[in-house]
């Protein structure tokens, strides 16, 4: 399977999805691999945004805090729909399970988004390492750098040390899936 | 004596009229391998013939008497639509790949992700048979087409590759979820990651040489109407959202 054909290529570039021109991808398969784990991802913690949201848990700043990285979160999806085309997941395509008492509480709200949002960072690093294509490694790198700083805001939101982890694990598909399984199905 | 032997030919003649218009009613409804197990317990009273999809879509193309074509994907009815043999097709029905292995799992297989340790005995379905071509948008979406390099055998249909997995025959093999709750506790199912499914979905269509379109139009209704919903999600399948207006009766 082609990933960026020149013109999808053009167009990224054209679009700044994309910053560096002329660059081969190594490996497509991997490649758009990575790019669907980490738009599924995305729809997730979209949907997580929206139950919290609606769970009258949070606090009014928590609140547009959450709305803040609700936006920066479909607009890492709909880059990484950009790059992937008319097959990236959308929500028709996923199901996304979280238990009962998951937004009963503003401790369990947040913690379950410090979960999450910690998947996340480590997929979009596994995808990272694995990408051959110099465009989208720049592009997963960016994500996972503003999931870096949710997943930092959720830690101090809960009371908890969000400067304590010094190299956040990068996850592997496998890993990451595994990971996603009791959330995505 | 006499009178019985009168009184049976007198009860078989009335009822082969009855049997023949019986007959004449039934319909003939193609249907992909995956659905042998809910057609029947959705409408017992038609005749149905299951084989892979894209089989089923050349005997349409042939003019095979039938009235109902139900495939395991959209593209084979939207295709036979494009060229005038059925009517509009419309989706009914949804299902997941899963990975099969024999309830003994002799690969020892945890995760699709083991399929790369190499070694491992895969079957899959014909590329042009819908669990096939599903099997290979799978594997891309995982990173994976490396692993068809173990394939040792392609199936016609996705009923002959669950019997061979359950019977041992391969380490593993991709199947519907449906099908591994066919094959009972003779296989295993190995859940494969959501963000790597295709979209598997379902559509059926009246075909346009159907001797009675009215009846065979009845049938989708049955497939598509509560009762059939129901039958389907109790056999594993996924159904499509209810348009609203629809929703909004189901709940009144």
Known sequence: MQLLGTTRRSLLLAAGVLSLPGVAHADSETDVSSARLSASVERLLNAYWARALASGTLAERERAAVEQMRRNDRAHYAALATVIGPTVPTDDDLEFVFAADAFSARRDTLALGVRLTGIALSAHLGGVAAVGDRGLRSLLGRIAAAESRHHAALVRMAGGNDLSDSLPRPLAAAEASDALAPYLQ | ?252
């Not at chain 2, 379905?125 to 599903?134: A, F, I, K, N, W």
């Not at chain 2, 199912?189 to 979209?199: D, T």
């Not at chain 2, 049955?222 to 919903?229: E, P, S, V, Y």
């Open chain 2, 1 to 252: 004596m006499r009178r019985s032997i009168l009184l049976i030919t007198v009860v078989a003649a009335s009822l082969v009229p009855a049997a023949n218009a019986a007959a004449a009613d039934q319909l003939t409804v193609l249907a992909a391998s995956s659905l042998r197990e809910v057609f029947p317990q959705i409408d017992g009273a038609q005749r149905f013939s299951f084989a892979g999809s894209d089989t089923l879509a050349s005997q349409v193309r042939a003019k095979v008497p039938a009235d109902v074509f139900a495939a395991a994907n959209a593209q084979l009815p939207d295709a036979l639509f494009a060229e005038g043999l059925v009517e509009r097709p419309v989706v009914f029905a949804t299902n997941r790949l899963v990975l099969l292995v024999p309830a003994s799992n002799p690969a020892n297989l945890r995760s699709v992700f083991d399929l790369r340790r190499g070694g491992i005995k895969l079957i899959i379905g014909q590329r042009t048979v819908p669990v096939g071509s599903y099997t290979r948008t799978v594997l891309a979406n995982l990173g994976l087409t490396s692993v068809l390099g173990t394939v040792v055998s392609q199936e016609r249909d996705v009923a002959a590759l669950t019997t061979k997995v359950a019977l041992g025959e391969a380490d593993a093999g991709f199947a519907y979820a449906t099908d591994a709750r066919a094959a009972g506790d003779k296989v295993r199912v190995i859940k494969l990651p959501a963000w790597a499914q295709p979209r598997v979905r379902y559509k059926v269509a009246v075909l346009r040489s159907s001797g009675d379109r009215a009846a065979a139009n009845a049938f989708i209704r049955k497939l598509t109407g509560t009762a059939g919903r129901k039958a389907l999600l109790a056999a594993g399948f996924g159904v499509p959202a209810l348009p609203a207006k629809s929703r909004a009766a189901a709940r009144r």
